[in-house]
């Protein structure tokens, strides 16, 4: 089996704090896959009626793979959406598809089609300058979560505690860009520093973490600096996560939920988790588990493998 995994660097250039990329790299040498990294900038699409089974890498024909997995999360570009929807259209498998990656980048419209199909999200609202702080205040209230319409790992997520904060804030930023995309989200206080993240693979919910800050900011991200353990997956957690990975069509996603009092509430989606610090709280190989669906899913198995085996393998992804 054949793969490409399409991500911001070459692999040539892979750094350090990549995990995710490397160890998806070490995991299909273990299993036998050969995985190879691309950045968007080596590809070069030709739209042709003839040529459907090849595309252009460093100026030169290449053999499609059986499957690709994007990497770039919300920084992807118009351009490798380009380039995972021409695979698509050659048949290659993409987890995930170019139809829910944009979907997920765009987290307002996400927050839309979740709201549509009547799951708990906290009350959102598109910012339209100069803002109407009164407004707000009925709307959302305060404090206020602030968020640009794409982003990752916390980034581009602030928290404006009061009204006169929150109009310093939006002051600035209609200074600086009045184009400027920003939405308004319910401040969920039975969260405050802490929140789950789900993972979900083929429709099923494999891990679950409780992330916290200690009491250090409101946002509880590992990569910024918060801690991960272990989280008991209940019936409830199961079914917003997995519905929240199906109305979006994500085969492997991060599904974020806010402690909601004795409930929950849909943060947001990612298409492209990272998942070194479930791996390192719950002891888990999220590596061999995401090649493992992708195997099933094509139904492309080792020759050495028994039918037997190849069985209990679909059993255990249904």
Same mark, same amino acid.
């Given at each position: ?94 987890? =995930? ?20 199909? %009547? ?61 400027? =995309? ?38 509880? =991200? ?47 989606? %990612? ?48």
């Amino acid at each position: 089996m054949r793969g490409w995994i399409i991500y911001k660097d070459s692999q040539g250039l892979l750094k350090q704090e990549t995990y995710e990329v490397e160890r998806l790299l070490a995991a299909a040498e273990e299993e036998g896959i050969d995985l190879q990294v691309y950045s968007p900038d080596q590809f070069d699409l030709t739209i042709t009626r003839e040529d459907g089974k090849s595309i252009l890498i460093d100026g030169k024909s290449v053999e499609l793979p059986d499957f690709v997995i994007p990497r770039m999360g919300a920084s992807t570009t118009y351009f490798a959406l380009a380039i995972i929807r021409h695979l698509e259209r050659l048949g290659v498998y993409c987890v =995930n598809s170019s139809q829910s990656i944009e979907t997920v980048k765009d987290k307002l419209f996400a927050q839309q089609i979740l709201a549509e199909c %009547n799951l708990p999200t906290p009350n959102t609202m598109l910012v339209k300058f100069p803002v109407n702080i009164d407004l707000v205040e009925k709307q959302i209230g305060f404090p206020v979560v602030i968020k640009t319409l794409s982003g990752s790992q916390g980034s581009g997520v602030f928290l404006s505690k009061s009204k006169e904060e929150f109009d310093d804030l939006m002051q600035l930023i209609e200074a600086a860009n009045p184009q400027a =995309n920003i939405i308004l989200q319910q401040f969920v206080k039975s969260s405050h520093g802490r929140d789950l993240r789900v993972l979900t693979i083929g429709g099923r919910a494999v891990a679950c973490m409780e992330r916290n800050s200690q009491g250090k900011n409101f946002k509880a =991200n590992v990569s910024a600096g918060g801690t991960g353990k272990s989280f008991p997956i209940t019936p409830e957690i199961e079914w917003l996560a997995t519905q929240t990975a199906n109305v979006l069509n994500l085969d492997v996603a991060g599904i974020d939920l806010l402690f909601d009092e004795q409930h929950f509430k849909i943060c947001e989606a %990612n298409s492209s988790p990272g998942f070194e610090g479930l791996e390192g709280a719950l002891g888990i190989d999220v590596a061999k588990e995401i090649l493992h669906f992708i195997r099933i899913r094509l139904g492309i198995f080792d020759k050495s493998t028994k039918p037997e085996a190849q069985e209990k393998a679909a059993e255990s992804a249904a």
